[in-house]
């Protein structure tokens, strides 16, 4: 575990990997830290946002650091079911990648229950994880200027939706109708962290 100071009074600090990020997320929400306004998990960070005038910031990172990181993970938010027609641009690369036939990559990525690890990216954008391993793939080598809203993608060990146009580099392998953010709804994202998703391929 490394802690380094983040702008004025905030907190970053560098995991080993996601299991230790939402370990200490988990451990950090149950506890009543003075002046922690904010916890932002990533894939190998958590950044701890402070209110500078109820914090002390250095005697928190040591709270932190005595923090055991071997239990936890994330708070269950219910399941979300996606309805994907598997359809995508990428779909013919990531089933060369994977060695899997292109139905094969659909059951994998139907096959398992995902969840949603952190957010990021847009709002309204979440990290999948969970999902079957032979999905593992790297990330386009060129980016797409703009990626359609609802598509669905690979990246590593991650699935995510885009839930706007935006550039993006992610595998497409499909789309979706739901709508993953809207400001009108409470909460305005589909996809937040604990969220469980079941992908089901819709024709």
Same mark, same amino acid.
């Given at each position: 575990?490394?802690? *380094?100071?983040? !702008?004025?009074?905030? &907190? %970053? #600090?560098? +995991? /080993?990997?996601?299991?230790?990020?939402?370990?200490?997320? @988990?451990?950090?929400?149950?506890?009543?830290?003075?002046?922690?306004?904010? *916890?932002?998990? !990533?894939?190998?960070? &958590? %950044? #701890?946002? +402070? /209110?500078?005038?109820?914090?002390?910031?250095?005697?928190? @990172?040591?709270?932190?650091?005595?923090?055991?990181?071997?239990?936890?993970? *994330?708070?269950?938010?219910?399941?979300?079911?996606?309805?994907?027609?598997?359809?995508?641009?990428?779909?013919?690369?990531?089933?060369?990648?994977?060695?899997?036939?292109?139905r094969e990559?659909?059951?994998?990525?139907?096959?398992?229950?995902?969840?949603?690890?952190?957010?990021?990216?847009?709002?309204?954008?979440?990290?999948?994880?969970?999902?079957?391993?032979?999905?593992?793939?790297?990330?386009?080598?060129?980016?797409?200027?703009?990626?359609?809203?609802?598509?669905?993608?690979?990246?590593?060990?991650?699935?995510?939706?885009?839930?706007?146009?935006?550039?993006?580099?992610?595998?497409?392998?499909?789309?979706?109708?739901?709508?993953?953010?809207?400001?009108?709804r409470d909460?305005?994202?589909?996809?937040?962290?604990?969220?469980?998703?079941?992908?089901?391929?819709?024709?």
């Amino acid at each position: 575990m490394r802690i *380094l100071p983040c !702008a004025d009074s905030g &907190l %970053l #600090v560098e +995991l /080993d990997d996601l299991d230790q990020v939402l370990a200490l997320h @988990a451990a950090l929400t149950e506890r009543t830290l003075p002046g922690v306004v904010d *916890l932002v998990p !990533a894939a190998r960070t &958590l %950044l #701890v946002s +402070l /209110d500078p005038e109820h914090a002390d910031r250095w005697a928190l @990172a040591e709270v932190i650091r005595e923090v055991p990181l071997n239990g936890g993970g *994330l708070v269950d938010r219910g399941l979300l079911t996606v309805p994907v027609v598997y359809d995508g641009a990428d779909l013919g690369e990531v089933s060369r990648l994977t060695g899997l036939s292109r139905r094969e990559v659909v059951r994998a990525h139907t096959g398992t229950e995902w969840r949603v690890a952190f957010g990021g990216f847009a709002p309204g954008f979440g990290y999948l994880v969970g999902g079957d391993p032979r999905l593992e793939v790297p990330r386009r080598g060129e980016s797409r200027t703009s990626v359609p809203a609802g598509s669905v993608g690979l990246a590593g060990k991650f699935s995510g939706v885009y839930p706007r146009a935006s550039p993006g580099g992610w595998q497409l392998i499909g789309r979706t109708e739901l709508e993953m953010w809207r400001t009108d709804r409470d909460p305005p994202a589909l996809l937040r962290p604990g969220v469980r998703v079941r992908f089901e391929e819709s024709r």
